[in-house]
């Protein structure tokens, strides 16, 4: 697999987000890249986003995104996922979510994510 191979950027990515570098993760994204969510239907920067990537770390000890499916799609991959964590309580949290990701000359430029908020609301306690 190239670099520029979406499944070798879908590894990539992932090990980003599983170690909380939110600069690896920023190094991945193209500079302009968009990223969307289900729940708000906004668009969200690659800043954003890597500040939600250090907040979720800071919530939830043990992250980890446990891959149910990772396929290549045209021009990206789709990922489902269910990303889990022990929140301070000590009880287990699960979040399951779906990523549609484009991704051009080895970098996402585009990523849907969609999840269901109310899996979410244990991280704002």
Same mark, same amino acid.
């Given at each position: ?80 996922? &269910?990303?889990? @964590?022990?929140?301070? %309580?000590? +009880?287990?949290?699960?979040?399951? =979510?779906? #990523?549609?990701?484009? &991704?051009?000359? @080895?970098?996402?430029? %585009?990523? +849907?994510?969609?999840?269901?908020? =109310?899996? #979410? ?5």
């Amino acid at each position: 697999m190239s670099s520029t191979d979406p499944m070798a950027v879908a590894h990539r990515f992932l090990d980003a987000l599983n170690a909380g570098d939110a600069d690896a993760l920023t190094a991945i994204y193209a500079e302009d890249a968009r990223i969307w969510h289900n729940f708000d239907r906004q668009y969200q920067s690659v800043s954003d986003n890597a500040r939600s990537l250090k907040w979720m770390h800071r919530k939830l000890n043990n992250l980890s995104y446990d891959v149910k499916r990772l396929e290549p799609i045209e021009g990206g991959y789709l990922q489902q996922h &269910v990303l889990r @964590g022990t929140l301070a %309580s000590g +009880e287990d949290f699960a979040l399951d =979510a779906l #990523a549609i990701v484009q &991704v051009e000359n @080895g970098r996402i430029v %585009s990523l +849907e994510e969609y999840l269901d908020l =109310a899996q #979410a609301a244990p991280l704002q306690a």
